[in-house]
């Protein structure tokens, strides 16, 4: 036994010694790559200096409305430090080759790209990926994301998105996470890990760019591009947790917002981008505009030039201009005024460099520009075959009549309607980067690859238009089917940026192609693709079976038709609610209570006349082959303190007749505080699988941390009082229980 102790003391000792030496070490690298920069940034001129700080496009891809031809030649003069929209590693080696061997100080470029869902393997849309609530899973699909892209001679992506939305009239809804901040902010840190990995130095790595910050998901009316305007509270409630989580998971930079936010543009917001995010989060990366976000001030109103502009973004804390080239052209002058400080400048390009080293570009310049890799590490069957799972988990059944699904494989005539049942362009959705739609499987390849029934496909109509002269062969193939599957929703490009709508039903006249499907008499299974919540009050009601499907990526149609047949029994849950129609929106599970809380009874409380405040699918929704039922919950006490812990456990039993798997919710409300609080707000989940007959306990623990906000006077912490738990399927559909917190107190943010 002595022995052994002393076995364990040396252990001890012996692991103190590593990781002090690897401290050591470490340091060490860090006082080498200030040395090197320090010594670079004493050789630079102002004017490549103001370089590093100016980001443009290449014309291999288009993002944004402005081209600049000439910038070849920016490179080769160091007037530009940085390029996007360039990839395939001999592109990227070419442009590569410029700075490194045509260039004065021979500093490797900096290449980026929007890898949003995928690079050549698409995922699917960011916002339908969370409802799978698979974090690992979500975390691999952005590793895989910066395998293929970096082979490509990517370095650095505008990703992830982490604006909480609630307004699915606002196109961009498609890049995020939904409209929950504590998932949102657990999703934020896992994309971050997976595109930077261990080594942002690998050659497997990307640079992660928290955007946009901030609060661009509240754009007034859906509107992209439109006014933002809250209180303190809100934005620190909702808006900017996933970006502080971005910062603790260690994301190396961050992209400013088009939006304004009390009056000033996110990217020339000092309270943002310096008070904020240098200040208190501590953040050392660099911050890069939205696609001439700088110049786009001078129509806000809050600049008169375009000078001004570059003056009023710099010095509020951003680093890099993108497309705008106001920093080429203002910096300089505003440096000679004295409005500028030529250690502002050398601050922001140290920030810059640093990432390039920490890239190892320094060491390797073409690190990233390896032909082989691109070759063998591209779509590769391991790659795809992630794709097809995620896309499965991703997929929620949001409507089940009479277990019409999954439908049965010998099934004999399936009449197959829609404009996207035999579409494979809109399958890889918006921002789909390198993806190539040809490459992905539609909805009738995915069917036939399953089952040997008798396929009659017809079009039935476009995705828009009124044009129906297509519904009488639909009808018709629909008459002598055993089943109609229609495959309906949005073109791909109906949401992601600039793609705001005001009617949110299936576009054109699909619906009325339904309508007329239904009149057949036959079962019908609708599948959606879109690329936000839509309006389908009359479908749920009408139609046998719904799939929420979103755009899956480049094994949409395999995923669909697994679980369209039963290979795989649909666990998704909605990371966003969906609203009756336009009139509720905002519609969100953890609204606040009001004074006058809804009562059907009484005509003045908060209510509309013509339509329920339900929503019409709830936040966490979404339906399996088989069923699941809760116990009542078990709390391990009644109270806790400061410094303790509440475990809540419940019981799910699988009453099905087959394996499913769960995501278990916990909720809790604080019932009264010193500002007013939410219905429920989110704090836990777990993903169970449960076979028929069997049951599982999931325990959650709740500390006093769970129950922290912000107070009347904006500090972060607790309230002795009372709270309610929620355990459930989805945030209406739960079981209840109450505890006490016994003392009040600040919480470390």
Known sequence: MKNFICFLCLLFVFTLFQNSMAKNDEEKDISVMNQKIDSLIKEMTLEEK??????????????????????????????????????TAKYNYDLQKIAVEETRLHIPLLFGYDVIHGHRTIFPISLGESCSWDLSDIEKSARIAAVEASAEGIHWTFAPMMDIARDPRWGRISEGAGEDTYLGTLIAKARVKGFQGDDLSAP???????????????????????????????????????????????????????NELDGVPCTGNKYLLDEILRKKWRFSGFVVSDYTSVNEMICHGIVADEKEAALLAFNAGLDMDMQGALYYKYLPELVKEGKVSIKQIDNSVRRILEMKYKKGLFDNPYLYCDEKREKNYVMTQEFLDHAR???????????NEKHILPLKKDVKTIALIGPLADNKENLIGSWCAAGDYKKSVSVMEGIKAKSSAEILYKKGCDITGTDKTGFKE????????????????????MSGEASSRSNL???????????????????????????????????????????ETWYLGTEAGNAIADVLFGDYNPSGKLTVTFPRNVGQIPVYYNMKNTGRPMDEKNKYTSKYLDTPNSPLYPFGYGLSYTTFEYSPLSLDKKEIGLKDSIKVSVTVKNTGTVTGEEVVQLYVRDLVGSVTRPLKELKGFKKVIITPGKSETVVFEITAKDL?????????????????VFVGTNSSDVKEGSFRLTQTGVIQE
């Open 50 to 87: 103001i370089g590093q700080l100016t980001l443009f496009t290449s014309d291999w891809d288009v993002t944004g409305p402005a081209m600049r031809s000439t910038y070849k030649d920016d490179i080769r003069s160091g007037k530009t430090g940085s390029i996007f929209n360039a990839y």
């Open 204 to 258: 497997d790595s990307l640079l992660a760019c928290a955007k946009h910050y901030c609060a661009y998901g509240a754009a007034q009316a859906g509107r992209d591009y439109s006014t933002v305007d809250m209180s303190q509270r809100e934005l620190w409630s909702t808006y900017l947790p996933p970006f502080k989580g971005a910062v603790d998971a260690g994301v190396c930079t961050f992209m400013s917002a088009f």
């Open 389 to 399: 799972n995620i896309a499965r988990k991703s997929i929620v059944l949001l409507k």
């Open 474 to 493: 639909a009808l018709e193939a629909a008459k002598t089917s055993d089943v109609i599957v229609a495959v309906m929703g949005e073109s791909s490009s």
């Open 505 to 547: 039903d299936l576009p054109g006249v699909q619906k009325e192609l339904l309508m007329e499907l239904k009149k057949t008499g036959k079962p019908v299974v609708l599948i959606l693709m879109n690329g936000r919540p839509l309006t389908i009050s009359w479908e749920a009601e009408n139609i046998n079976g719904i799939l």
């Open 708 to 724: 922290a906000f912000y107070r009347r006077d904006m500090s972060y912490g607790v309230e002795a009082g009372d709270f309610k």
